[in-house]
């Protein structure tokens, strides 16, 4: 058990795969204006990890190495699929929020790198947690970019507005702004993982 928590924590910090592998930067930048559409797009992302990870921790003996990359393609997009249609059925305003970025996590890097290199060679429980715990890391990332891009761009959290003086800075809302919040979450994330090692 403590190996399988070991596992799930390594993806929220150690491999963070926004602030450490700096893998799927692509949506992070696109959905991360709103709280609601980071923490839509992480739950995907987390669901479609957990899945294929568990999938291909379950399939790897039965594929032949020379088509393994594309066996893997065909299990994400089958769960990204699945999280399509129940966007489409229940919650159709997150669905048209994030757009063509939700049909694109079947070749998001994380999705498919951690089915490479971890959920091939690995148990199902392992690949679980690891995938839990990816995608755990992702939705932090992407919530906690979407947070300060959304209160410094609109004023507003989840919509409410925190403080009527506040003087929204617009930059915040462009994908400029998210590039400079990456960027500062970065050097500061990196800066604190460095002391902690």
Request: net charge positive; glycine share 10%; charged share 15%.
């Given at each position: 058990m403590k190996k399988l928590f070991r596992e799930f924590f390594k993806g929220v910090i150690k491999e963070n795969p926004t602030f450490v592998l700096a893998l799927g930067l692509c949506p992070t930048l696109a959905?991360?204006?709103?709280?609601?559409?980071?923490?839509?797009?992480?739950?995907?992302?987390?669901?479609?990890?957990?899945?294929?990870?568990?999938?291909?921790?379950?399939?790897?003996?039965?594929?032949?190495?020379?088509?393994?990359?594309?066996?893997?393609?065909?299990?994400?997009?089958?769960?990204?699929?699945?999280?399509?249609?129940?966007?489409?059925?229940?919650?159709?305003?997150?669905?048209?929020?994030?757009?063509i970025y939700v049909p694109?996590?079947?070749?998001?890097?994380?999705?498919?790198?951690?089915?490479?290199?971890?959920?091939?060679?690995?148990?199902?429980?392992?690949?679980?947690?690891?995938?839990?715990?990816?995608?755990?890391?992702?939705?932090?990332?992407?919530t906690l970019i979407s947070s300060i891009r959304e209160y410094f761009g609109s004023g507003k959290i989840f919509g409410y507005a925190l403080s009527h003086k506040f003087e929204p800075v617009s930059i915040f809302g462009m994908p400029s702004g998210a590039l400079l919040v990456i960027g500062i979450l970065l050097i500061l994330f990196n800066r604190l993982k460095g002391r902690k090692s």
């Amino acid at each position: 058990m403590k190996k399988l928590f070991r596992e799930f924590f390594k993806g929220v910090i150690k491999e963070n795969p926004t602030f450490v592998l700096a893998l799927g930067l692509c949506p992070t930048l696109a959905v991360s204006t709103s709280v609601v559409n980071a923490v839509g797009m992480g739950a995907a992302a987390t669901f479609v990890l957990m899945g294929s990870n568990a999938m291909v921790a379950m399939i790897k003996n039965n594929i032949p190495a020379k088509i393994r990359i594309p066996c893997f393609i065909v299990v994400i997009a089958t769960f990204v699929t699945i999280v399509e249609m129940v966007l489409k059925a229940y919650t159709p305003g997150l669905n048209r929020a994030l757009g063509i970025y939700v049909p694109l996590i079947a070749v998001n890097c994380i999705v498919l790198g951690r089915a490479e290199a971890y959920a091939s060679k690995n148990t199902l429980m392992n690949s679980l947690f690891d995938g839990l715990g990816m995608g755990a890391g992702f939705t932090l990332a992407l919530t906690l970019i979407s947070s300060i891009r959304e209160y410094f761009g609109s004023g507003k959290i989840f919509g409410y507005a925190l403080s009527h003086k506040f003087e929204p800075v617009s930059i915040f809302g462009m994908p400029s702004g998210a590039l400079l919040v990456i960027g500062i979450l970065l050097i500061l994330f990196n800066r604190l993982k460095g002391r902690k090692s």
